[in-house]
């Protein structure tokens, strides 16, 4: 099978204007630095005539050919689909379109166009109507595939850039991801054992998601799983990691956090869920998720000890009905 994807790969519709970028990360800071002067060289994020602009592949349903790189010079498009004739063609994808979307480099801006796509193109979250012009930094979304756009004349840092945050992040919530979360939950659990001090975990995830994947389709699922990520990321504290650790499981390691301040959090967040109008289109969904949570103890000697103990009161909150905040030990 790994072959074969390493095949299909290289024999995709890749010109030499697409590579994929090896995973490597900037130092502490880079960022902020890098788009601080970007604004001042673009004027805001706008585009600069003459200058290549790259689209990276950061989200797919089957997580392939994740970091492709593709690059679009000024006076040219590139469409986007399922037909072996678009130069960014992913014909695993069945809920793309034939020919899905274009962006068309014209002047000095960069514009995308839905090309009457059943799934429809979005920029930002936002769906598109006509054109959109595309500003650097600005994720775009065909069907269930999500994009970075970056229009830079240091286009070899900003890629590279793009390329941590696929590292650190998930491409579909823009939250952590397991790979992150293991690095702080390692870190974390070490400085608490050394300095005595707490550390809790939260592990949720959405009753009956697998009804609503069936019942309203995947993208649907995308949606209702970026709403509960978002609703998340406004309650967590800076220090506390959010991450996507599973198909729809989220976790919060929370730091300097007994398992009374965890289950506040826990609770103050589903009772969110549960209030907020979830619409789909014309559909409105019900939402409930379940919690577990878990404190380390002196027992505990590793990450996944505390990931067990808050992944059992998980279990237990599912077992007693579900839309319930468990503590492990209660």
């Given at each position: 099978?790994?072959?074969?994807?390493r095949?299909?790969?290289?024999?995709a519709?890749?010109?030499p204007?697409?590579?994929?970028?090896?995973?490597?990360?900037?130092?502490?800071?880079?960022?902020?630095?890098?788009?601080?002067?970007?604004?001042?060289?673009?004027?805001?994020?706008?585009?600069?005539?003459?200058?290549?602009?790259?689209?990276?592949?950061?989200?797919h349903?089957e997580?392939?050919?994740?970091?492709?790189?593709?690059?679009?010079?000024?006076?040219?498009?590139?469409?986007i689909?399922r037909?072996?004739?678009?130069?960014?063609?992913?014909?695993?994808?069945?809920?793309?379109?034939?020919?899905?979307?274009?962006l068309?480099?014209?002047?000095?801006?960069?514009t995308?166009?839905?090309?009457?796509?059943?799934?429809?193109?979005?920029v930002?979250?936002?769906?598109?109507?006509?054109?959109?012009?595309l500003?650097?930094?600005?994720?775009?979304?065909?069907?269930?595939?999500?994009?970075?756009?970056?229009?830079?004349?240091?286009?070899?840092?900003?890629?590279?850039?793009?390329?941590?945050?696929?590292v650190?992040?998930?491409?579909?919530?823009?939250?952590?991801?397991?790979?992150?979360?293991?690095?702080?939950?390692?870190?974390?659990l070490?400085?608490?054992?050394?300095?005595?001090?707490?550390?809790?975990?939260?592990?949720f995830?959405?009753?009956e998601?697998?009804?609503?994947?069936?019942?309203?389709?995947?993208?649907c699922?995308?949606?209702?799983?970026?709403?509960?990520?978002?609703?998340?990321?406004?309650?967590?504290?800076p220090?506390?990691?959010?991450?996507?650790?599973?198909?729809?499981?989220?976790a919060?390691?929370?730091?300097?956090?007994?398992v009374?301040?965890?289950?506040?959090?826990?609770?103050?967040?589903?009772?969110?869920?549960?209030?907020?109008?979830?619409?789909?289109?014309?559909?409105?969904?019900?939402?409930?998720c379940?919690?577990g949570?878990?404190?380390?103890?002196?027992?505990?000697?590793?990450?996944?000890?505390?990931?067990?103990?808050?992944?059992?009161?998980?279990?237990?909150?599912?077992?007693?009905?579900?839309?319930?905040?468990?503590?492990?030990?209660?």
């Amino acid at each position: 099978m790994d072959e074969r994807r390493r095949s299909d790969s290289r024999n995709a519709r890749y010109s030499p204007d697409t590579d994929t970028g090896e995973m490597v990360s900037p130092e502490s800071g880079t960022t902020q630095t890098f788009e601080s002067a970007t604004r001042e060289r673009t004027g805001h994020g706008h585009a600069v005539a003459d200058s290549e602009a790259d689209i990276i592949l950061i989200a797919h349903p089957e997580s392939q050919r994740l970091g492709s790189r593709f690059r679009l010079s000024p006076g040219s498009t590139l469409e986007i689909g399922r037909s072996a004739s678009v130069r960014i063609s992913l014909p695993e994808v069945l809920s793309l379109s034939r020919k899905h979307a274009r962006l068309r480099y014209a002047g000095a801006a960069v514009t995308i166009e839905d090309l009457g796509s059943t799934n429809g193109t979005y920029v930002n979250g936002q769906p598109i109507h006509g054109n959109a012009v595309l500003r650097s930094g600005d994720r775009f979304q065909t069907a269930a595939v999500h994009f970075k756009f970056l229009h830079e004349q240091d286009v070899e840092n900003a890629y590279h850039l793009a390329i941590y945050e696929l590292v650190a992040r998930d491409g579909l919530t823009e939250i952590y991801n397991k790979r992150k979360y293991d690095e702080e939950a390692q870190r974390e659990l070490a400085r608490a054992s050394r300095h005595h001090r707490p550390l809790s975990l939260i592990l949720f995830d959405i009753d009956e998601f697998k009804q609503i994947n069936d019942t309203y389709g995947h993208l649907c699922g995308d949606f209702v799983l970026k709403q509960v990520a978002s609703l998340a990321r406004e309650l967590v504290r800076p220090e506390q990691v959010l991450a996507r650790v599973g198909g729809d499981e989220l976790a919060i390691l929370a730091p300097e956090t007994g398992v009374a301040g965890a289950e506040a959090l826990a609770m103050k967040l589903r009772d969110r869920i549960v209030g907020l109008d979830h619409r789909y289109g014309e559909l409105r969904i019900n939402i409930t998720c379940s919690f577990g949570i878990a404190e380390l103890t002196e027992a505990m000697t590793s990450p996944q000890d505390l990931y067990h103990a808050a992944d059992t009161a998980l279990l237990l909150a599912k077992r007693s009905g579900k839309n319930r905040v468990e503590v492990q030990g209660t």
